[in-house]
């Protein structure tokens, strides 16, 4: 019913940078926050930025200064700038979102969280 699709990941070298992009679509009432999160090997899932619907942003503090995250509300899209890449920012970057569906208006429930597949981005040194 709600499908969070990314695109924009890959290859680049060290001090490279990269854009993702996520899409939301399907039947979709309101996006509240949206956000990155990020798995490397063996490591568990962490946060790497977030924004809300009004444009308050917070960021992990290993990606301060390199990172930005932006949204289109309009396209239901969240961008992820990545400036600056290093090697340790090799990892499996998931969207995630807050997002109440027509279903949830008409049932007065709350929002759920969606992810994204997933896409590889790989900093070589």
């Known amino acids: 019913q709600v499908q969070l699709v990314e695109s924009g990941g890959g290859l680049v070298q060290a001090g490279g940078s990269l854009r993702l992009s996520c899409a939301a679509s399907?039947?979709?009432?309101?996006?509240?926050?949206m956000g990155w999160y990020r798995q490397a090997p063996g490591k568990q899932r962490e946060l790497v930025a977030a924004?809300?619907?009004?444009?308050?942003?917070n960021y992990a503090d290993s990606v301060k200064g390199r990172f930005t995250i932006s949204r289109d509300n309009a396209k239901k899209t969240v961008y992820l700038q990545m400036n600056s890449l290093k090697p340790e920012d090799t990892a499996v970057y998931y969207c995630?979102?807050?997002?109440?569906?027509?279903?949830?208006?008409?049932?007065?429930?709350?929002?759920?969280?969606?992810w994204g597949q997933g896409t590889q981005v790989t900093v070589s040194s």
């Open positions: 399907g039947s979709i009432f309101s996006i509240n926050a």
């Open positions: 995630n979102a807050d997002i109440a569906t027509y279903s949830d208006y008409i049932r007065r429930t709350s929002g759920s969280d969606y």
């Open positions: 924004i809300t619907s009004g444009g308050s942003t």
